[in-house]
């Protein structure tokens, strides 16, 4: 009998361990005996995701190293667990100029902190945000350390409306499980402060379904606290009162429903394929790990807790970011990866899919970066397989033919074609599109990060150079004539062009390569437009932070990539290099 109340007193301890530390099972009450009740449902609360483990970031807005950022946005920063609101302030959450504070409104709720500035941030300066490792979680856990990242502002506005892309469940679904989570992605960042039961609601009828709304990355999820009825229709509703990190609402509510049946969903998920798996080149030591997997995945538990990257014994600092829509999870290095060194990343069995299921077991995968060689590839990512990428909009007047894919994300107004000729497929706000956008963004971030570069005149005409990296003092750069690039017999040699404010090329200029140069391996970032004078033959990827402008005429035998705005073409011919 003593024996027997020896374990009825440890499970009465472990069970109160559990209501002091706050944790329940996603909002019923702890003993509940609902019998809807699902039993891995503890494992996937964000509340009580390893109570004795300390929490770590998982992703910020904006990323470490970032360039031209919007001077009218917030800055956000996400954990892996949930925080003690009264942790994180003003004097934990911190955003400096130099040494100079910048103050500001700090707001927490679920997963994530934003920090809103009381005036619009500087143009053309760099911030540095720092967490510090005073906040603690909902146990007590503190950071092991401050964490720390900077990035440079532009002197641009983000007024792009933020909308809904993608949910697990599309409206008019039937039979789905009545174990799932609801989740909805988002074509950008929002602001966590802005959502809550007033600005998101899940119901059966008119009633609102008991559960939590938590948020992070582009990815919002509702937890119910027990599964959902067989055979019901439910309907979920976001409200124009979420917003963006600079203010911008949803331009309309967006309203999805859908039915159950009656089954569990019991399968366990697994990773399709990953990557780098072998010996990869980095670009200036940046190169994002990511893995693809078999089905949706609860963006809740993929996080830097649970997606590693390591060399040796070393953890690489790091932000994980999940696309709902691709299924892919990224993790992105903070910081320069060595060249000629192997890295091994690890997913483990935190990881799960929306019915709470975790991987059968951890995933481990190793791959060797390359040896340093001058400047090495920017790597484009998904963004290689289009000829033409823009943000707000794609114009088109005239006979232009374009060989390679045209993609537009967050606008979706694309003309011209026809009389324009495609010889490729056309991504308007696609999975595709939003993946190659966001690698465009890197591969952008990567070049405006390279240091050391050459300072040469800002007019380019009539110049022979060789392979490297290259700014001018005015940050501009204009093509006036002819511009020579010489790889000097090395096919792989690569040419990277940094220009803070613009590029402009005069009428009948024209870029020639010889000795074994490649338009592939030429990249022109420019940080606000670019426009290309009539007539001109431009060679080399051309990576705008806003628009490009191709005049009539003109030939490009690269790409015309823009993040942000429009690309506007006028009887051209642009040619996707080959690999």
Same mark, same amino acid.
């Given at each position: ?16 361990? %559990? ?27 964000? #509340? ?29 920063? %996400? ?25 500001? #409104?700090?707001t927490y709720n679920g997963l994530g902190a934003v920090l809103t500035p009381y005036h619009e941030l500087t143009p053309f300066v760099t911030y540095t945000a720092r967490i510090t490792k005073k906040v603690r979680d909902l146990t007590g856990n503190s950071l092991v350390r401050d964490y720390v990242w900077s990035w440079t502002t532009g002197s641009g506005l983000d007024k792009t409306l933020p909308s ?24 950008? /960042? ?18 609102? /379904? ?76 940046v190169l994002t790990v990511s893995a693809t997997f078999s089905e949706p995945m609860d963006p809740l538990t993929v996080t830097t807790l649970n997606f590693m990257l390591k060399q040796g014994t070393t953890p690489v600092a790091g932000t994980v970011l999940y696309n709902d829509q691709t299924l892919t999870a990224s993790f992105i290095p903070t910081v320069d990866l060595t060249p000629n060194t192997t ?73 011209? %074609? ?25 591969? $952008?971030?990567?070049?405006? +990060?390279? *240091? ?42 690569? %040419? ?26 030429? $990249? ?28 009539? +005429? /003109? ?12 690309? *506007? ?11």
């Amino acid at each position: 009998m003593n024996k027997f109340k020896n374990y009825y007193f440890l499970l009465i301890s472990i069970m109160l361990i %559990f209501i002091i530390a706050g944790c329940s099972l996603q909002g019923v009450p702890t003993g509940s005996k609902d019998k809807n009740e699902d039993p891995m449902s503890i494992v996937s609360d964000p #509340r009580c995701q390893g109570n004795g483990i300390r929490p770590l970031v998982t992703y910020t807005i904006n990323s470490n190293g970032a360039t031209n950022v919007f001077i009218n946005t917030k800055i956000g920063v %996400f954990f892996t667990k949930e925080m003690n609101p009264r942790t994180i302030n003003e004097s934990t959450f911190i955003l400096k100029q130099g040494k100079r504070q910048v103050k500001g #409104r700090v707001t927490y709720n679920g997963l994530g902190a934003v920090l809103t500035p009381y005036h619009e941030l500087t143009p053309f300066v760099t911030y540095t945000a720092r967490i510090t490792k005073k906040v603690r979680d909902l146990t007590g856990n503190s950071l092991v350390r401050d964490y720390v990242w900077s990035w440079t502002t532009g002197s641009g506005l983000d007024k792009t409306l933020p909308s809904i892309i993608h949910t697990v469940n599309p409206d008019g679904a039937t039979d789905v499980f009545i174990n799932t989570k609801i989740t909805a992605t988002f074509n950008k /960042v929002m602001d966590v402060s802005t959502i809550s039961e007033s600005t998101a609601s899940f119901k059966q009828g008119s009633m609102q /379904v008991p559960g939590r709304w938590f948020y992070t990355g582009l990815s919002l999820v509702f937890i119910p606290a027990v599964n959902l009825a067989p055979n019901t229709q439910y309907t979920g509703t976001v409200t124009t009162g979420v917003k963006d990190l600079a203010g911008n609402p949803l331009s309309r509510n967006f309203v999805v429903s859908w039915t159950t049946g009656s089954r569990l969903n019991t399968s366990i998920p697994y990773i399709l394929y990953k990557t780098p798996t072998i010996t990869r080149s980095i670009s200036h030591g940046v190169l994002t790990v990511s893995a693809t997997f078999s089905e949706p995945m609860d963006p809740l538990t993929v996080t830097t807790l649970n997606f590693m990257l390591k060399q040796g014994t070393t953890p690489v600092a790091g932000t994980v970011l999940y696309n709902d829509q691709t299924l892919t999870a990224s993790f992105i290095p903070t910081v320069d990866l060595t060249p000629n060194t192997t890295y091994t990343a690890t997913i483990t069995t935190g990881v799960q899919n929306i019915a709470g299921i975790p991987l059968a077991s951890d995933d481990v995968w190793s791959f060797t970066t390359s040896p340093a060689v001058g400047q090495v590839q920017v790597n484009l990512g998904t963004a290689d397989n289009f000829a033409i990428l823009a943000g707000s909009t794609i114009t088109n007047t005239g006979l232009t033919i374009v060989n390679g894919d045209i993609g537009l994300n967050p606008g979706i107004s694309v003309t011209g %074609f026809p009389p324009g000729i495609l010889n490729g497929t056309l991504h308007l706000s696609d999975p595709t599109v939003i993946t190659a956008k966001l690698d465009l963004l890197t591969a $952008f971030n990567d070049a405006a +990060g390279r *240091t050391g570069p050459n300072l040469v005149s800002s007019e380019l005409g009539g110049t022979t150079l060789t392979p490297g990296l290259y700014n001018s003092a005015a940050g501009t750069f204009a093509i006036t004539g002819i511009l020579t690039l010489d790889a000097q017999g090395t096919a792989d040699a690569v %040419f990277i062009f940094q220009a803070a404010s613009t590029l402009v090329t005069a009428g009948n200029s024209s870029i020639v390569l010889i000795n074994g140069a490649q338009a592939k391996n030429i $990249f022109w970032q420019v940080g606000s437009s670019a426009t290309l004078g009539i007539d001109s033959v431009i060679k080399g990827n051309i990576m705008a932070q806003a628009s490009i402008t191709v005049s009539s +005429g /003109v030939t490009i035998d690269g790409r015309a990539l823009a993040l942000t705005a429009a690309v *506007t073409l006028d009887t051209n011919t642009i040619t996707k290099p080959t690999p």
